[in-house]
């Protein structure tokens, strides 16, 4: 059977002992095992089945044994292999601040400046002087005028009548109170201008005290009224709501008044073929639309396929009038008029409903004064459609595109602009430029505000939070635009230093250059503290915790160095390349979760000191088993049957070297400085054993044996180093296959790991680790004297950490002694401090305050080299994560060792 991983029959047999068949499918499932079907007859080892289960034999009498048993399985042709998280790549960020020049920030004046003579005149469906013409016929009274009747007059004369006073001609006059119902509910907010207007005007020319307005939000039950004062609702009676309860409500209401002797009127927004219905009847309805004259006519043989035909139309008219404002930032009811205006020239019955339906239509937002375009997918739509109708006929969408101009150059210049970048593709190139000066104008503007976010002017600025929603509710077509992009993403990294809430980047923003501009801002703002963060896998969510040494219950990854009340871009890739970008600002105490779906397969973490990049990688084809436990990633593979276990160390940042006051320390140790090892790397759980070397040694002389003359000659080449091979057993305390190999000199380690190189294949460049790498592994995230982060208390005496951490003069009984048996660091090193002294690849360097980023000695031939960790026979002060011994490296002792280590190719 072709070997897949660790996991094998025999696993499920004891799996199968723990859980019982009923559980079995589950647990193989997990490693990748699928249930095949009923077999019949012995096992076939060739197709890898196991676990017939209608298997027969003997059990003595001859008799077959029954055919029940466990469900078979078997590993599928081609399984893929399980996916671990694990940190590859780090980096500091600490560079100079960009210093950018204040442009033209825009004022606050600026902003606010309105002009609200560029506003669209506000027509009411029909002119003024006809509806008050019908209003007073309907709620007026005739009184004597000052003009004589002739034809009265004359008619006495000739009569012989007597003429006791000159005839006068009658006039129409508002009467006794007109009572204005207005139905402010939310169906008719589309109409409240004309609502308004009517009123208005009724005040000035009849009079405050000739009528009296009631807004109504509900259909009230009963009203009362002054006795015989004629009534005008205007409503839409719910006429436009299919199978909706308000029509038998306004019914009930205009009965309640008829019994009160009042005289009613409604003037209704609606197409004539709707008042057919009972309540438009005992209103006295009217239609109150475009090109509709005053006059009623029911016809009530109307079938209910003509009204879906008025309103099939009318849906098709709004869906246009929709298109065509697709750019407009907000949908005022002038605007919505007079595009239906417009409309209408092109023969489209672009009626009443059809304003209705677009204002109430899905794809809107509605207020009580305007509506607009959700943002998303309803509104990209909108605007493909509105490009389709641009080829089509371009007068009918450039003559709607000037209204929405003129309409909106009565606001803000913020809502102009956003205006301009709706229809940015249509625009010229001298209004597009315009636009892009006006948008780094508030850009300048944003930079200001963000650097005292906490000021009393940036706390009551609404920019920032009108910035980024008008950033939402663009298409990504028009967040991706060359001319755009970087303003947009840099002005979007402006606002989130304002902003304290969660966001997902939109799509369509270049995200290189949002994240270098929330850096550069960021920088820019003195506030924040630094802190180390553990990152850690729990499930399918990685957690972001202040660093410790209490245990987490997750799969620690890696530390990252981030600033609290600063921001944390969180950069997500697909398995097909798709990216999505997450954005939070940081709070001390409670972890950060981030919920990694099944697809993603590489995560960015970046804050304003450091970078961390993430990927999901498989099990490398030269480990035997890869798992990650509460130390993180390990792997181990076998060189005959002798077991190597390799630790993950994670990329990231540490101080080296001692601080001033750190006891038993060398001059050399300083000064103090931060380093970054940017890439991951695998280094040794314990130091080389002696079985360890043993084995590679007797490996490497088989593979020799076994090759052809030439190939044994350039092995033996290979294989020296200071003129002789490898011994098999080159240690003092020989024997004692667990403890550490010693007395070799670094360069028979150097070629010691070209043989481990050479067996396992070129998948990992096994080295020593540097200088730099092995502080960094011993130290595991701490910075005291040793890797508990305990202090260095008797440098010369019996120091009670590296009595718990390693072997050492006072605890070691002038002997090595085996690996692994004391306390581990906390990235699940053991004998990092003392058994044996380790070589290290490099020489050591001199030491500078300067940040430094995988720093490596001189590697020349014939240079002395650095040992690290102490070993038996040496004090405390000897054993501390800080201390540096050189050696010339072809000297050997009976205290020097090495720790394997690998980087990936």
Not at 507 to 524: F, K, P, T
Request: charged share 20%; proline share 7%; net charge neutral.
């Amino acid at each position: 059977m072709p070997r897949h991983s660790a996991i094998s029959a025999a696993d499920l047999l004891q799996v199968l002992q723990t859980v019982g068949p009923d559980q079995l499918r589950p647990a193989a499932q997990c490693f990748g095992f699928v249930q095949t079907s009923e077999m019949q007859g012995p096992v076939d080892l060739e197709s890898n089945q196991m676990f017939p289960t209608g298997h027969t034999g003997s059990d003595g009498s001859g008799e077959p044994v029954s055919s029940i048993g466990p469900p078979a399985f078997q590993f599928p042709a081609q399984r893929p292999k399980q996916l671990f998280w694990q940190a590859q790549q780090a980096e500091s960020l600490q560079g100079a601040v960009a210093v950018r020049a204040a442009g033209q920030p825009i004022s606050d004046q600026q902003l606010q400046q309105l002009a609200p003579d560029r506003k669209l005149r506000h027509d009411i469906p029909v002119p003024w002087r006809r509806t008050a013409a019908f209003m007073r016929r309907r709620g007026g009274r005739l009184i004597a005028g000052r003009a004589i009747d002739l034809r009265s007059l004359l008619r006495m004369v000739a009569s012989g009548s007597t003429v006791p006073r000159i005839p006068r001609m009658s006039r129409l006059v508002w009467g006794a109170p007109l009572v204005i119902l207005w139905d402010d509910c939310p169906d008719m907010h589309v109409f409240g201008a004309d609502v308004q207007h009517v009123v208005q005007r009724l005040h000035r020319e009849a009079g405050a005290s000739a009528i009296r307005v009631i807004r109504m939000v509900s259909v009230a039950h009963s009203l009362v009224l002054p006795a015989s004062s004629p009534v005008m609702l205007i409503s839409t009676l719910g006429l436009v709501q299919q199978h909706s309860a308000l029509p038998e409500q306004w019914l009930r209401l205009a009965q309640s008044l008829r019994q009160q002797g009042h005289l009613l009127t409604a003037l209704v927004p609606v197409p004539p073929v709707l008042l057919q219905s009972d309540a438009a009847v005992a209103w006295n309805a009217v239609s109150w639309d475009l090109g509709q004259r005053f006059h009623r006519r029911f016809r009530r043989s109307c079938v209910s396929a003509e009204v879906q035909d008025v309103f099939a139309a009318s849906q098709q008219a709004a869906e246009t009038l929709l298109d065509l404002l697709a750019t407009a930032a907000r949908i005022d009811p002038a605007l919505l008029r007079q595009a239906r205006v417009r409309l209408r020239r092109e023969g489209v019955n672009a009626d009443a409903l059809a304003e209705y339906l677009a204002w109430h239509h899905p794809d809107c937002w509605q207020s009580v004064s305007c509506c607009g375009l959700k943002p998303g997918e309803p509104y990209a739509r909108r605007l493909s459609n509105r490009q389709q109708l641009y080829t089509t006929n371009p007068q009918l969408v450039n003559d709607v595109q000037s209204l929405i101009d003129q309409q909106h150059s009565a606001y803000s210049c913020a809502i102009e602009l956003e205006t301009a970048l709706r229809s940015w593709n249509q625009r010229t190139q001298q209004q597009q430029q315009e636009s892009r000066q006006l948008l780094q104008r508030i850009i300048d503007r944003l930079r200001l505000l963000a650097l005292e976010p906490a000021s009393p002017e940036g706390t009551r600025s609404g920019l920032p939070a009108w910035f980024n929603d008008m950033i939402q509710r663009l298409p990504p077509q028009i967040r991706s635009a060359e001319q755009l992009a970087p303003l947009i993403a840099e002005g979007l990294a402006l606002t989130d230093t304002w902003l304290q809430a969660e966001r997902e980047l939109p799509a369509g923003v270049a995200e290189q250059v949002y994240r270098e501009q929330l850096q550069a801002a960021e920088q820019r703002v003195e506030t924040g503290q630094q802190l180390e963060m553990d990152v850690g896998l729990q499930s399918t969510e990685l957690v972001l915790q202040t660093a410790g040494r209490q245990q987490r219950p997750w799969w620690p990854l890696a530390q990252l160095r981030a600033v609290t009340s600063k921001h944390l871009t969180v950069s997500l890739v697909s398995d097909t390349g798709e990216r999505q970008l997450l954005s939070r600002m940081l709070h001390p105490g409670a972890p950060e979760r981030i919920a990694l779906p099944a697809d993603i397969h590489s995560v960015l973490l970046e804050t304003p000191a450091a970078r961390l990049q993430l990927h999901k990688v498989p099990r490398p084809d030269w480990a035997r088993r890869f798992w990650q436990d509460a130390w993180g990633t390990a792997a181990e593979f076998r060189i005959g049957d002798v077991l190597f276990v390799m630790r993950w160390i994670p990329p990231g940042r540490f101080l080296m070297g001692s601080p001033d006051d750190e006891k038993g320390r060398d001059s050399d140790e300083g000064p103090l400085h931060e380093v970054t090892i940017s890439r991951g790397y695998w280094l040794g759980q314990t130091p080389v054993t002696q079985q360890q070397w043993q084995a590679v040694v007797q490996a490497a002389e088989r593979t020799a044996s076994g090759s052809s003359q030439r190939s044994r000659r350039s092995s033996g080449s290979a294989a020296a180093a200071g003129g002789s091979q490898l011994k098999a057993e080159p240690s003092l305390f020989s024997g004692n296959p667990l403890h550490p190999v010693e007395r070799v000199n670094w360069h028979q380690c150097v070629q010691y790991c070209q043989l481990v190189q050479g067996l396992l294949g070129g998948e990992l460049q096994f080295r020593l680790p540097s200088e730099a790498e092995w502080e960094y592994a011993c130290r595991a995230g701490t910075s005291g004297a040793f890797n508990d982060d305990s202090a260095c208390t008797e440098p010369e005496g019996t120091d009670p950490a590296p009595e718990k951490l390693g072997w050492y003069t006072k605890n070691s009984g002038g002997k090595t002694h085996p690996v692994g048996l004391k306390q581990s660091n906390g990235w699940g090193l053991y004998d990092m401090h003392g058994n044996v002294w380790e070589w290290c690849r490099d020489a050591p360097r001199q030491y500078s305050s300067e940040p430094q980023v995988d720093p490596v000695g001189s590697e020349t031939s014939g240079a002395s080299r650095v040992l690290r960790g102490g070993s038996w026979n040496n004090n405390a002060r000897n054993c501390r994560a800080a201390y540096r011994n050189t050696n010339d490296p072809g000297n050997d002792w009976q205290n020097t060792g090495l720790r394997l280590s690998a980087a990936q190719m």
